[in-house]
């Protein structure tokens, strides 16, 4: 029965199931709960810093149910999607009430879109990774699987990783510089990978290519059907659900820092390059990405098989409540900084 605690991360879209339904002010439901009541379980349940035994590693690394605990997002995910376009297209909403659908679907497009698609999109099987693909798709960002993969695991807590914010760099500027710079990167890593596969700009193989014609597609399908209130919908819903997530890529490397070498290349990454959470709500929610560290010791490693480092940077709260902390830049750098190691905050 433990094995079943993410069940936890569908509670997001249930949250949001249910403000559609009631609509009104209840649209509003999902901000809330995402940014109200996990915040405030975070301070209330207790972190865990427990580590699997070997046998425990054995044994949760062959069960399938955490693999399809992550399959079940997709029609999750599209099912919501799809039932609050009709919903509106058939419907009569007030200007507030689409707001509150807007951030209600973008943060379920952002916490069980995005972020299993990064989990699925470090899988090793074709059919993982289109699930990845499918699961960016809605956010307008599929470029991540490019440039998260190829780039920001390479290039992580570097000044040439768009991903890592810098000491002292408000979550707002670092929305911008990632945005774009993650971007023009991918294509940049596309056209790389092109040229050493000796592969055609329309080939099956150009993501970068394929990418835009399906987000295009998307886009121009919902404006034909469903005319330009769904299009705003659909747009405003994807940068509420990309932002979610470089408020994330922020928190995760905030002012860390590899040492350049004499040889001009990076050390490598250590456990010491992402900050780490153990609080057990947010390590639930978000299929234990808070284990951030061993995620970028071992991208490999499964989500349930992730493991707290002791000399990994401890973040004072859990991933949620961080999120809204760094909207708060003042208090964030008063909080954060002074836990940044002196040799990497130069």
């Known amino acids: 029965m433990r094995d079943l605690k993410y069940l936890a991360a569908f509670s997001t879209p249930l949250v949001a199931v249910i403000a559609l339904y009631l609509s009104g002010y209840y649209t509003f439901l999902t901000p809330m709960y995402a940014f109200g ?3 405030m379980m975070e301070l209330i349940f207790s972190q865990s810093t427990t580590n699997l035994s070997e046998v425990e590693v054995e044994e949760k690394s062959t069960n399938r149910i955490f693999d399809w605990l992550l399959y079940l997002n997709i029609p999750i995910v599209y099912g919501l999607l799809i039932a609050t376009i009709l919903s509106i297209h058939n419907g009569t909403y007030e200007t507030y009430e689409l707001v509150g659908l807007i951030f209600s679907t973008g943060i379920v497009l952002g916490s069980n879109g995005i972020n299993v698609a990064h989990e699925l999109g470090h899988r090793q099987t074709q059919v993982e990774q289109i699930m990845a693909k499918l699961l960016l798709l809605p956010s307008l960002y599929m470029h991540f699987f ?63 290519f394929w990418f835009t014609v399906l987000q295009l597609t998307y886009v121009a399908t919902i404006f034909y059907f469903f005319g330009t209130l769904l299009l705003v919908f659909i747009l405003a819903s994807a940068v509420v659900s990309f932002l979610l997530l470089e408020t994330i890529n922020y928190i995760e490397h905030y002012g860390l820092q590899r040492k350049k070498l004499a040889s001009g290349r990076y050390e490598r990454v250590r456990e010491i390059h992402s900050w ?65 190691p002196s040799e990497m905050n130069s």
């Open 146 to 208: 490019v440039e998260h993969n190829f780039g920001h695991h390479l290039h992580a807590a570097t000044k040439e990783d768009p991903a890592t914010a810098r000491y002292n760099q408000i979550v707002y500027s670092f929305w911008f510089t990632s945005t774009i710079r993650q971007y023009i990167n991918a294509w940049k890593i596309q056209k790389n990978l092109r040229q050493r596969g000796n592969i055609s700009f329309f080939s099956f193989k150009n993501n970068m």
């Open 37 to 39: 009541m996990i915040p």
């Open 276 to 340: 780490n959470s153990n609080h057990v709500i947010g390590r639930i929610v978000l299929y234990e990405l808070t284990r951030h560290s061993d995620h970028h010791y071992k991208a490999s490693k499964k989500y349930q098989l992730l493991d707290c480092h002791e000399k990994s940077p401890q973040m004072p709260f859990g991933y949620p409540t961080s999120m809204v902390l760094a909207l708060l830049p003042p208090l964030w750098f008063k909080v954060m900084n002074k836990r940044i």
